[in-house]
């Protein structure tokens, strides 16, 4: 939130939809001199203060970076590095803004001994200001005192060489030019001659640092390179003693061949031994049959691995063939017959065989089988050795596969670091700098700062502006009332009176003559001026009883009340009634006793009327004043006596003036008001709050009662001439003359 000042400056610059340059105008005439005076005073001070000043002189130099090195290898390549990169410009500019360029800056040229950075002894304003410290420290000893420590002389060393650096680097300007990769060095100094040697100083450094880091690095890479040397090659031995003492222990020589061949065995082993497996399954299912029906041997031949046997296939053909002769002779010849006799032989004969095949073969199945139980036993076994022999070989070979991984793993590193070892040793023979001068500095002639006819014209000019900006701030925020235009556009009231100020003490009252002194015709004048505004305000009626007031105390209208009285008393018989009974002051003007009576003791019936009437002889008005002052000043002025003695003073008195108390303060006003007939509201000029006397004002309109008009009180009219037109008010007569500068030459 802004604040309220600034806030009321806005609403009076810009408030209005047209700007007013006329007046702003006759505000800066108004505030001229003071503008001038404080534009005049601020240039002196600045122009004393440049004048006191050291002239600082700049030198440059010009510094050419390269982007591609002209060297057969580069370092940079080596480790990665891009020189062709923006990054790398910006590093480079960091680099000569850095403190260590500019700590070696000042070994170099040992410029902690010179004059320039070496005056802290000399330098009085800075002992001196020391001194003050010190003087304060030890007067007020609540202060937070710095403990002192004693430092050695390294310790104090140090510390004048970092304050050296430290006016070093402030000094010290880096500035890339642009699209280009030239970096211009300037240096400023109150010596041209050490401003030139430093910014080429800082050149120099700047490439010898480069040397220096680019050969620190290639030998610290050496170094190390030589080191992991040496560590790989002991490693690289280590594991090929490893391999050798392994194929050494194993008797192996090409384990890969010796592992593939176990491989293929173990594969022809497992086929072999499933094929047998399978066959065997096959013999027991026979042999568990045959060992079933041994030594049947009808139920023998019926078993389908039997019939099917082609031996047993061949006699059974042969059985059916010697069966069906015989059924065939059966049929022609009877038993005895020698032909049958011979096919019956014959049938017994194939019988016999067919035993003799079923029993061979069964004894063939029980062979077989015991057979194929052994092989597949064997083969098992030889299988399972086999696995064993496998596993040790893969075991072997995994452990060769890791010795010989060791060996290949170091074998590359070391041909490696070897190669870069090679490479660095090579690139340590070709270093160049990145970085070459293209223009030394040359000791300036001319001071490049102060600038001191600039500075004072810039002062002048600025502090004139800042002087008018002031003016207008100050008339902006001044909510005073200075004019008629004032009293019209502010309060909305009509001016019946303008009162020039008059020279007198800060802490005393006017003069209480001041109205008759031929001296004073200004004052005369204006207090008439106001009473012919009274009487052509009301022609047409018969107004008698005046009542003046104003804001707040201090603005002058007890005198305008008195004054009036006076020039009333001029024209008819006046009365001057002091009705602020809170804080009376016209007994004490008019030198009345203490204990004179007044309205006070009027209203209350404690005295008479001719006890408390005053009668001026010099002026010839009548005066009552407050008297006693009484606890409840309202009450008395709300009672019906006040109103009756109002009514009674009107058939005796021409002109009643009534001074009351102020509006913000109480509300005596307003009570006294319902008695009168005209409302004068005194504003003392360029003081009182324009909506303070609006307040004020409001509370007349809100009691029903209307202000007849504004006494502009204690009005500069020297400065007010300046601004205003008072044409109406006495300026027309010559009178304006008399301006408090003026006013004190007479």
Not at 53 to 65: G, Q
Not at 339 to 344: E, L, N, V
Not at 372 to 388: A, I
Request: contains cysteine; negative net charge.
């Amino acid at each position: 939130m802004a604040p309220k000042g600034t806030e009321q400056l806005e609403a009076s610059l810009f408030g209005e939809d047209t700007i007013d340059f006329g007046q702003y105008w006759q505000t800066i005439r108004r505030y001229q001199w003071r503008i001038i005076s404080l534009a005049f005073i601020v240039t002196i001070l600045v122009a004393m203060v440049v004048m006191s000043m050291t002239p600082v002189y700049r030198a440059s130099s010009s510094l050419l970076i390269e982007a591609e090195e002209a060297k057969v290898v580069s370092i940079e390549e080596i480790y990665g590095l891009n020189s062709n990169r923006k990054e790398y410009f910006e590093t480079q500019y960091e680099i000569l803004k850095s403190r260590q360029i500019a700590e070696k800056v000042v070994d170099k040229l040992n410029l902690v001994e010179h004059p320039l950075y070496n005056q802290e002894e000399s330098n009085g304003i800075s002992s001196f200001i020391k001194d003050i410290k010190s003087t304060v420290k030890e007067a007020l000893p609540f202060l937070p005192q710095t403990p002192k420590v004693d430092r050695t002389e390294e310790e104090l060393l140090f510390a004048k060489r970092k304050a050296v650096t430290d006016k070093v680097v402030m000094a010290l300007t880096i500035s890339p030019v642009k699209n280009t990769q030239v970096v211009k060095i300037t240096f400023e100094s109150e010596s041209p001659k050490l401003a030139a040697t430093i910014a080429n100083a800082f050149a120099e450094t700047y490439i010898e640092n480069y040397l220096e880091s680019k050969f620190a690095m290639t030998s610290k890479a050496t170094t190390w390179l030589n080191d992991s040397l040496l560590g790989l090659r002991e490693k690289l031995v280590a594991s090929e003693s490893a391999l050798t003492n392994f194929y050494e222990e194993n008797q192996v020589v090409d384990l890969d061949g010796v592992v593939g061949l176990a491989s293929e065995e173990l594969q022809d082993l497992n086929s072999e031994l499933v094929a047998a497996e399978s066959r065997l399954k096959q013999s027991a299912i026979i042999y568990e049959q045959v060992r079933r029906y041994q030594g049947d041997v009808e139920e023998l031949a019926k078993l389908p691995e039997v019939l099917n046997h082609p031996s047993i296939q061949s006699v059974k053909r042969a059985e059916l063939e010697a069966e069906s002769k015989v059924s065939e002779l059966s049929k022609v010849y009877g038993p005895k017959h020698q032909r049958m006799i011979s096919a019956t032989a014959e049938l017994n004969s194939v019988q016999k065989s067919l035993n003799k095949q079923i029993q061979a073969l069964i004894s063939g199945i029980t062979s077989e089988y015991q057979q194929l139980q052994s092989r597949v036993e064997g083969l098992r076994q030889t299988v399972n050795s086999s696995k064993q022999d496998y596993r040790r070989l893969t075991t072997l070979e995994s452990e060769r596969r890791k010795l010989q991984r060791e060996v290949d793993i170091n074998q590359q590193l070391y041909n490696s670091f070897f190669t870069r070892l090679k490479e660095t040793s090579e690139v340590g023979g070709f270093e160049t700098a990145n970085a070459r001068i293209l223009d030394e500095a040359l000791a300036p002639t001319i001071p490049a700062k102060p600038k001191k006819g600039l500075i004072i014209a810039a002062a002048f000019v600025v502090s004139l502006g800042m002087g008018v900006f002031l003016a207008l701030a100050l008339e902006a925020l001044n909510r005073g009332i200075r004019s008629v235009e004032d009293v019209e556009k502010k309060l909305g009231q009509r001016m019946l009176g303008l009162i020039p100020w008059q020279k007198h003490k800060r802490k005393e009252d006017l003069p209480l003559r001041q109205f008759f002194d031929n001296k004073h015709h200004s004052f005369s004048e204006a207090i008439r001026t106001l009473r012919t505004s009274l009487q052509l305000l009301h022609l047409d009626s018969s107004q008698k009883v005046f009542m003046v007031t104003s804001s707040e105390p201090k603005e002058g209208k007890t005198t305008v009340s008195i004054n009036l009285a006076f020039a009333m008393g001029q024209l008819g018989k006046v009365l001057l009634i002091e009705a602020d009974l809170r804080r009376p002051t016209i007994a004490k003007q008019f030198g009345f006793p203490g204990f004179q009576p007044g309205l006070a003791n009027l209203i209350s019936g404690t005295h008479t009327l001719d006890e408390c009437l005053v009668n001026d002889v010099n002026s010839g008005i009548d005066i009552i004043c407050s008297g006693t002052i009484p606890p409840t000043p309202q009450e008395l002025l709300a009672s019906h006596r006040f109103r009756d003695l109002i009514s009674e003073f009107r058939a005796t008195y021409d002109h009643i003036i009534i001074d009351t108390a102020p509006t913000q303060a109480v509300s005596d006003a307003m009570v006294v008001s319902n008695c009168c007939d005209t409302l004068l509201y005194v504003v003392k000029a360029d003081s009182t709050s324009d909506k303070l006397i609006n307040s004020g004002l409001t509370r007349f309109m809100q009691a029903g009662k209307r202000v007849d008009g504004v006494v502009l009180n204690q009005v500069d009219m020297k400065k007010a001439s300046k601004s205003y037109d008072y044409v109406g008010f006495y300026d027309r007569y010559g009178y304006q003359s008399d301006t408090p500068e003026e006013q004190s030459k007479t």
